[in-house]
Nanobody
Framework: QLQLVESGGGLVQAGESLRLSCAAE????????MGWYRQTPGKSRELVAQ???????NYADSVKGRFTISRDNAKPKVSLQMSSLEPEDTAVYYC??????????WGQGTQVTVSS
């Protein structure tokens, strides 16, 4: 079993930066991929960025060049540095961990609000 504990989030103005962090607790040996999804009311949860245990990274096209995902495998912990934030980035952000057995775990979600 895994638990994901998120921190960060909040209210910022357009153009500002924000950092999200997520620490995994429990049987961390199970973890392969860690990342972030986001969701707005009435829409499906969408991938923001993810990073594998080997360091392979995927970003959503909408955040490329503005967001940077990083990972500390020793803890393990995943962070998302968000720069040049736009009102369209407003959403609840969820940390995710995918195990080697393809089971998906989720954090509780943290609100990011970007005002124009």
């Amino acid at each position: 079993q895994l638990q994901l504990v998120e921190s960060g989030g909040g209210l910022v103005q357009a153009g500002e930066s924000l950092r999200l962090s997520c620490a995994a607790e429990g049987d961390i040996r199970l973890i392969n991929v860690m990342g972030w999804y986001r969701q707005t009311p009435g829409k499906s949860r969408e991938l923001v960025a993810q990073i594998s245990s080997g360091g392979s990274i995927n970003y959503a096209d909408s955040v490329k060049g503005r967001f940077t995902i990083s990972r500390d495998n020793a803890k393990p912990k995943v962070s998302l540095q968000m720069s040049s934030l736009e009102p369209e980035d407003t959403a609840v952000y969820y940390c995710t961990a995918i195990t080697w057995g393809m089971r998906n775990y989720w954090g509780q979600g943290t609100q990011v609000t970007v005002s124009s």
